[in-house]
């Protein structure tokens, strides 16, 4: 069975010592850890060891000797570390040596029951110590497409990034510090650390004290019994502006929380919260900035109440239009009066509650604009919310010609039903025989003459009235998918990706260093970072989706039938 010796490169100009890691016997591997150098007391290196063992759980050991002798021949020193397998019990005893000057390296075991060596079928793998213990490593998202062997490879590999990611107390000791023990690792020289982000830390802790204390203010005023009556409750239901509100509500709340991540997807789920927060923000207040600078404003108020006029006199001419022979057809003309003035009517009481609140609008408009402060999508959700009351004439008119032409058509089946011997059972949801007699079928025949001649004229109000209503619904929608595109883009992991690529680890590769007859295999291991779709796929955070998901196939069957078409979610539906 080969042999793999997992060796840092940062160790590669270390002194002589002793290797301690990590021998993983299913995969017969050795994962070096660091190298321990002279002088060194044996007894304090194994009360050191078990120490280490019991703070990160990972079985640390000697696992062997490492020569860097810059002299082409120390046969002492060679001995000695040899002689030292005698002292650390373990096995087989790993021997790695540096031959000088020259940039071949020898590897071999010693075997101590047979007291031979072997330096056939090692493979000297080199790896980024930093890289391996800052990244995490993810399994295949498509698990089901994955084969036995994929997963097995992805076992080994997360063995070997969870022993060096436990190790990080061993590489918070630098040779500065006052022991008995010096080690060269990856931090040897100094740990890493940045004044700015401990400094950041420090002052986190009383803002997010202060920022949990005003939250559960503010949730305990939203949980209040005043909210759960019916005018209020309805309106917290159905505006898209509420929630989102309640949305970031909750993500505050998360990112404000003392209880600390337990592991990397919770972590990356908070830094992804706070950067969307961050930039959503900042995108708010840019947009605040635009909005009261050369009175745009007051700009925005005077356009409004002439586009309002004028979508309702396009109304006006089209509902003009269909009172007529619209494209020719024969309507029923008593119908057709009917319901021209009846929609009418309802565009002049419009224009007139458009130009009651014209004084206003400015107003009304400047403090919406502050809301921009809060963020983008917010400032996004209370468009949209506009949009909807400027345009709930619209809205009414497609209520009423919907629960017309559902009228008809469910009427027409009904009787359709009658003429066939057949009926509807409401207790067993199924449809069964029965017999009627002479005046039920009669007057069935009337009511399915008249509703099928009258259907034609309300099949055309509803149908212009649908489209109308669609296209309002199609703005609505584009402007919710840039709010859950704001709200559930994982942008700092993207960010991450973009700048330390190997802290998203999708798998390793390994590239050739230096292959020779009687020196061992010497490769060099390289991470694999995730690709930037499954970045977002694995990281994206969940939305709160102000739209149902309907397949087009329930659409259709919707607006064929005449259900109506809310654009509201319901309540308890999450959608990530």
């Not at 490879?153 to 060096?164: G, M, Q």
């Not at 309640?246 to 997807?265: D, E, F, G, P, W």
């Not at 109308?468 to 619904?473: H, K, P, Q, S």
Request: proline share 3%; with cysteine; aromatic share 10%.
């Amino acid at each position: 069975m080969v042999l793999k010796v997992f060796f840092p490169s940062c160790c590669s100009s270390a002194e002589s010592g002793i290797l301690i890691g990590r021998w993983i016997s299913e995969q017969n591997s050795a994962v070096i850890l660091a190298v321990v150098h002279f002088p060194f007391i044996p007894v304090q290196v194994k009360q050191y060891l078990s120490e280490l063992q019991r703070v990160t759980k990972v079985n640390v050991s000697v696992l062997g000797s490492w020569n860097n002798s810059k002299q082409e021949k120390e046969e002492s020193l060679s001995e000695f570390l040899e002689d030292l397998g005698t002292i650390f019990s373990h096995e087989p005893w790993i021997q790695i040596s540096k031959e000088g000057d020259s940039k071949f390296w020898s590897c071999s075991t010693l075997q101590k029951r047979s007291n031979k060596h072997r330096e056939e079928e090692i493979i000297l793998v080199y790896y980024d110590q930093r890289k391996v213990m800052l990244s995490c490593l993810h399994p295949p998202l498509d698990t089901a497409a994955s084969t036995a062997q994929e997963a097995e490879d992805a076992s080994r590999l997360s063995a070997i990034f969870d022993t060096v990611a436990k190790s990080k107390v061993l590489f918070m000791t630098d040779k500065y510090d006052d022991g008995p023990i010096k080690l060269t690792h990856w931090q040897s020289d100094g740990v890493e650390a940045s004044i700015i982000v401990e400094l950041m830390k420090q002052a986190s802790v009383p803002v997010c004290m202060l920022l949990t204390f005003l939250l559960s203010l503010i949730s305990g005023a939203c949980k209040s019994r005043m909210l759960k009556f019916w005018p209020l409750s309805f309106l917290w239901s159905k505006l898209s502006t509420c929630e989102q509100l309640a949305h970031r509500l909750q993500h505050l709340q998360v990112i404000s929380s003392n209880k600390k991540a337990q592991n990397q997807t919770q972590l990356m789920r908070k830094a992804n919260i706070f950067v969307s927060l961050l930039i959503d923000v900042a995108l708010g207040i840019l947009l605040m900035s635009w909005l009261y600078r050369k009175n745009r404003i007051g700009h925005l108020a005077d356009t409004l109440i002439p586009v309002a006029d004028h979508v309702a006199e396009e109304l006006q001419d089209l509902l003009q239009w269909l009172m007529g022979a619209p494209a020719g057809l024969k309507m029923n003309r008593a119908l057709d009066q009917v319901l021209g003035r009846f929609f009418l009517y309802h565009i002049h009481l419009w224009i007139s509650y458009i130009h009651l609140m014209s004084p206003f609008i400015e107003m009304i408009l400047w403090y919406v604009g502050l809301s921009a402060c809060l963020g983008l999508t917010v400032a996004l959700c209370i468009l949209s919310d506009i949009v909807a009351l400027l345009t709930f004439h619209i809205y009414c008119f497609y209520v009423y010609g919907a629960r017309l032409y559902c009228l008809k058509i469910y009427g027409l089946s009904s009787l359709w039903r009658l003429f066939r011997g057949k009926k509807w059972n409401v207790l067993r949801q199924r449809v069964d025989s029965c017999s009627y007699d002479l005046d039920q079928l009669f007057i069935g025949t009337l009511l399915f003459t008249i509703l099928l001649f009258l259907l034609p004229t309300t099949a055309l109000y509803y149908l212009v009235f649908t489209l109308l209503r669609l296209l309002v619904v199609i703005v609505q929608g584009l402007i919710h998918l840039l709010v859950d595109l704001v709200d559930s883009l994982p942008l700092y992991s993207i960010i991450l990706r973009l700048c330390r690529s190997y802290r998203l680890a999708a798998g390793v590769k390994f590239r050739v260093l230096e292959q020779q007859d009687g020196k061992p295999l010497r490769l060099l291991m390289q991470i694999n970072p995730l690709s930037y779709g499954s970045v977002v796929q694995t990281y994206r955070l969940p939305t709160y989706s102000c739209y149902p998901k309907d397949s087009w196939t329930s659409l259709c069957k919707k607006l064929f039938l005449g259900e109506l078409i809310y654009p509201w979610k319901h309540k308890g539906e999450k959608q990530d």
